[in-house]
């Protein structure tokens, strides 16, 4: 596999990644603030507010995010894949906006522009750097070396 | 209350994210994406402790993250929890190895400042 394949793989995962993140984190949130009653009282508390459907909707999204981020990070290092995601936070700020009528403040703006920041700065490294584990991917480079 | 939650959902996901790295490593990369051989990397994973113990401590991160929710906003909850990462960052270079160069530190370090303004 050449890098700029690596780098569209890994692209197309940091796009699902974010935005299953993005949309489960939502409807979670929302589920659970229609669902009134404030957790951590009992475990059924827990149970009744997974059989919301918002909430259930959520936590299919976030089963994606899952597995699409342990498929990431099998080729991607940990520190490249943390600062990329990222730009999720500030796709919640605007969600949180949005669809669940939080306020943001300028702080809260200015914060979102540093993270773009970060995230396109981390966006332009190599996506992989450790040469530990990854074993058919090693054996691929000892072929290609012979 | 919600600090106490915040703590508990950072320990689990830092512990998380580590083990999944390196059991995801050692099981090598996902290249096929045929139904078949998806279903073939599953059955191996579920049967790698790394991913396991992950799996476990990311349940225990998420019902946190969930009571959480119930208490505070979501453009709380979720920067709050962000500081995992800055911890995390240095977990990626001292026990998993990776090379991480001044663009990936600045990068982090505006994401972290980033992070706190919207936590603040």
């Not at chain 1, 009992?42 to 597995?67: D, R, T």
């Not at chain 2, 990397?41 to 790698?48: S, T, Y």
Request: proline content about 2%; some cysteine; aromatic content about 10%.
């Amino acid at each position: 596999m050449t890098s700029s394949d690596l780098r569209l793989k890994t692209r197309i995962f940091t796009a699902i990644v974010v935005l299953a993140n993005v949309f489960g984190n939502s409807l979670m949130s929302f589920g659970v603030k229609r669902h009134g009653a404030a957790l951590g009282s009992s475990a059924i508390e827990y149970l009744k507010v997974m059989f919301n459907p918002y909430v259930a909707a959520g936590i299919c999204l976030l089963i994606v995010w899952m597995l699409a981020r342990m498929a990431l990070l099998s080729w991607a290092d940990l520190s490249y894949v943390l600062p990329v995601t990222s730009i999720g936070y500030v796709l919640t700020a605007v969600m949180g906006r949005v669809f669940l009528g939080e306020q943001v403040s300028a702080r809260r703006w200015i914060g979102t522009v540093l993270i773009m920041a970060g995230t396109a700065l981390v966006g332009s490294t190599a996506v992989r750097t450790h040469d530990s584990g990854a074993g058919e991917d090693r054996a691929r480079l000892v072929e290609t070396a012979r | 209350m919600k600090w106490v939650l915040v703590g508990v959902v950072v320990t689990a996901t830092v512990l998380c994210d580590a083990l999944q790295t390196v059991g995801m490593r050692r099981h090598g990369e996902i290249h096929d994406f045929r139904p078949s051989a998806l279903g073939r990397a599953g059955a191996a994973l579920a049967r790698n402790w790394y991913v396991i113990l992950a799996v476990a401590l990311m349940a225990v991160s998420f019902f946190t993250f969930l009571t959480l929710l119930s208490l505070a906003d979501l453009s709380f909850a979720v920067p709050a929890t962000a500081a995992s990462f800055v911890i995390e960052t240095f977990v990626a270079k001292y026990f998993l190895k990776e090379r991480v160069a001044w663009r990936r530190w600045s990068g982090a370090a505006l994401v972290a400042c980033g992070v706190a303004l919207l936590a603040l």
